[in-house]
């Protein structure tokens, strides 16, 4: 029996901080609140903690926009991990 596809959303655009980022990203794929804070313990979350199968739709607008190159690679993090692991599928949205 498959499992239902789970519907994530994360929405950057109240961001003002990374610890917001972060916080966003957590809340959102309904991570742990001990899961680290940057690229590797996302990716070990994203490929061994969150549900799945889901899809996770991004939105890459932000409030700050210092904080864009840091966002653009947790996307590429995000698109990695779906090719990699094929339970994950990622959709943009302006």
Known sequence: MEREIREFELNFSTCATWGEVYREIKQKLELPDWCGENLDAL????????????????????????????????ISLLYEAAEEYGQITVVEKS
């Open 43 to 74: 990716w070990d979350a994203v490929t061994g903690m969150m549900y799945t199968p889901a899809q996770i739709t991004v939105s890459a607008n932000v409030k700050n926009s210092a904080l864009l190159p840091e966002i653009k690679k947790i």
